[in-house]
């Protein structure tokens, strides 16, 4: 079985892969339309963004499946479907990775919140248990529990990962800097309070991803550092903070904005790089070259 903790052993840094979601948009998914059906009605044009960041330089890629909880793919009337879209997606991934690359099986919230009373944590499980069910049978080799905001939710997730799977599990939240400076998630949770909730579920791999560029990360990361020196830390970062142009989001940092900070992320203790919204391949070869100082064409 590849191992992601047994490649970190020797403080090596591993580079993950850039966007989904925006890179999705751009070869033609319409807002409102269910992303991960693409894995089975597009699934060339799925294969094309993995291939595309193994071709960067990736050491890990993640998978199609972001938004396939059964809960959220209710919304679309595609929840009867969750195993199957699971399932392609890693298989998608895992064709594109070959064996000498890992795939991570992203798994992202269920879009209900348990803290509100919205659903039953049973139901959360449930779904959770099929996802990761299904990653592990199309070839996944770790589970990314990202985006997330509710520590209750993370822990679900770990949870079924780790009585499920055999599978290692990172699990990533997403912050914003609050007014007072310091940052939280959207449901108040701090990076302290993550690091203590999935390390005690037991999460392998820990860290933050989407929301913000690397510039705060680098502030989370030490956040992290200074309540957990060991642990294995991925940070997926935005192409910066997102500003809107002609009613459009747009993600401003260009891959040599970005890789500019990669040295500082390395030097406060990141163990995995890699980006999240508005990232692209081009945004990955800065990063190899970087760390590894060559060139991918
Ligand atoms: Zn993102």
Redesign the pocket.
Known sequence: MRSILKALENGKILISDG?W?TYLHKLGLEVGECPEIWNLTHRAEVLSIAQSYIDAGSDMILTNTFGAHPVRLEHYGLQDKAYELNKAGAEISREAAGDNHFVLGSIGPSGAILMMGEISEEKVYDGFRIQVEAMAKGGADAICVE?MSETAEAVLAIKAAKEFTNLEVACTFTYQKTVHGYYRTMMGVSPEEMVIAVKETGADIIGA???IGFEQMIEILEAIRKVDKKTPVLI?A?AGLPIIIDNKTVFPETPEMMSARVKKLIDTGVNIVGG??GTTPDHIRAFVKEIRGTEVK
Do not use: E, I
């Open positions: 966007a979601g985006t991803n989407c929301g997926h935005n999240c919204c």
